[in-house]
């Protein structure tokens, strides 16, 4: 096969990629988007948060776990995935306790992002209000397990790029919850520093830092003007306790 | 007040808000002008008239934290052709549904009698006093909305756009730059 080109169609437009790359990968090089929450270009796939679902032929396949085949016929802005999009953005924001005008993340955060992009202005399931723990134990950083959406970036984040262990998911289903790896399961005992990309790369305000939040005016944030399939996934610095973004 | 019948009427109210979304509204300006060939307003802290029969549209503020709040919202859905949730409060709680995390109790103890000088204190009560509900909720999990405009407020522009979207007898389509959720 070398030497042949490799490509499929993606909305109609021909996307080269190189064996073994999945097609979120080829899309993303290629310029294009697709939406995600637990993808990240830097980490293993986690395939969990399933906004990424494209269709191909009669099947909804996950981008960021599918391999891209030779001609593959690949669908992605169509209204059947906008509106499955939609029903597991409103999910998610259904699961947490997601309260926007207080979160120092707002207009800078992914999640409320693809909300913005897809018009969402509800949920249309029920709201759990869960009772859950926040850890404000670091020097630095805060966990509010509110905002989580157990999308495992930090987790990954935490073991593939910064070669620790400080985050994990524990329980099952809904009982799913960020854990901390330490022997009082308080973030303040674990060996995370503020430099850490898990703690920088935190898609929604779930991981955020203590010092240098609201120094936007609302209308000059990121999502506030710029459509996140445009910009891409993205974290700026300025929420990240002014560490350089790492980007997509 | 005499009756303006070419016109829709327009009632608002604010449940477990803030009257920010009350103040945003205002924040049209001169659009007023414009509103008042379409509009007239009904029940509403503009006009101070407390009662409401067969109004076109409602604009329903805040979310639903006492008895009071149930009986509102239900004469606002009973007589109003339109619903609209106005703002986060009405559509997920907002800000009063942090206390959901906490027992009523709990929340009137440390409100009333645990607090910083608080000691002697007695929670309030009595008949006229609504009880609050055991956790803040939004507007459509008591009854059907017909359209919400989400924000903490809404701007000005997005009331804008839901009003000419009612006037026209169309569903709105807000821009994405007024498209908030703070």
């Known amino acids: 096969m070398s030497g042949m080109k490799s490509a499929f169609s993606f909305d109609g437009i021909q996307i080269a990629f190189t064996s073994g790359q999945s097609i979120m990968q080829a899309v993303l090089d290629g310029g294009g988007y697709i939406p995600h929450l637990c993808y990240h270009p830097q980490l293993s796939v986690h395939g969990s948060c399933r906004l990424c679902m494209v269709?191909?032929?009669?099947?909804?396949?996950?981008?960021?776990?599918?391999?891209?085949?030779?001609?593959?016929?690949?669908?992605?802005?169509?209204?059947?995935?906008?509106?499955?999009?939609?029903?597991?953005?409103?999910?998610?924001?259904?699961?947490g306790n997601h309260f926007c005008p207080s979160c120092e993340l707002s207009g800078n955060c992914q999640l409320q992002a693809l909300a913005y992009e897809l018009g969402m202005t509800h949920s249309r399931f029920p709201l759990q209000y869960p009772t859950r723990k926040r850890d404000g134990s670091h020097a630095t950083v805060f966990l509010d397990r509110d905002r989580c959406i157990n999308c495992e970036i930090c987790v990954r984040a935490s073991r593939e790029l910064d070669g620790k262990n400080v985050f994990s998911l524990?329980?099952?289903?809904?009982?799913?919850?960020?854990?901390?790896?330490?022997?009082?399961?308080?973030?303040?005992?674990?060996?995370?520093?503020a430099t850490d990309s898990s703690a920088r790369l935190c898609p929604v305000g779930a991981l955020?830092?203590?010092?240098?939040?609201?120094?936007?005016?609302?209308?000059?944030?990121?999502?506030?003007?710029h459509i996140i399939s445009e910009t891409g996934n993205r974290r700026p610095a300025v929420v990240s306790g002014g560490y350089p973004e790492l980007g997509e | 007040m005499a009756r303006e019948e070419h016109k829709l009427r327009l009632a608002t109210c604010s449940l477990a808000g803030c009257f920010g979304c009350h103040m945003s509204f205002l924040d049209i300006d001169e659009w007023l002008f414009e509103l008042d060939k379409f509009f007239t307003f009904d029940r509403s802290p503009f006009t101070d008239i407390k009662t409401l029969e067969n109004a076109d549209v409602g604009l329903i503020e805040g979310g639903l934290c006492n008895q009071e709040n149930i009986e509102v919202l239900l004469d606002?859905?009973?007589?109003?052709?339109?619903?609209?949730?106005?703002?986060?409060?009405?559509?997920?709680?907002?800000?009063?549904?942090l206390r959901n995390g906490f027992p009523v109790e709990d929340c009137l103890l440390e409100v009333y009698q645990n607090g910083v000088g608080l000691q002697g204190t007695v929670i309030p009560s009595g008949k006229e006093l609504p009880s609050l509900l055991p956790k803040v909720l939004p507007v459509h999990e008591l009854v059907k909305v017909d359209y919400f405009l989400p924000g903490c407020p809404p701007p000005a522009e997005a009331f804008i756009e839901l009003l000419c979207a009612i006037r026209?007898?169309?569903?709105?389509?807000i821009a994405y730059e007024h498209r908030r959720f703070d």
Do not use: H, W
Not at chain 1, 67 to 80: H, K, L, P
Not at chain 1, 208 to 225: I, M
């Open chain 1, 208 to 225: 955020v830092f203590k010092q240098g939040n609201y120094a936007e005016r609302p209308n000059e944030r990121l999502y506030d003007t």
């Open chain 2, 76 to 97: 606002f859905r009973k007589n109003c052709k339109l619903l609209v949730s106005v703002g986060a409060c009405a559509i997920n709680g907002g800000v009063p549904a």
């Open chain 1, 170 to 193: 524990s329980g099952r289903g809904s009982d799913t919850a960020l854990q901390i790896n330490s022997e009082d399961g308080r973030l303040g005992s674990t060996d995370l520093i």
């Open chain 1, 55 to 95: 269709k191909v032929g009669d099947r909804y396949l996950s981008a960021c776990t599918t391999e891209a085949q030779n001609g593959m016929q690949v669908e992605n802005q169509i209204s059947e995935l906008r509106e499955l999009r939609l029903k597991l953005l409103e999910m998610l924001f259904a699961e």
């Open chain 2, 168 to 173: 026209d007898n169309r569903a709105p389509e």
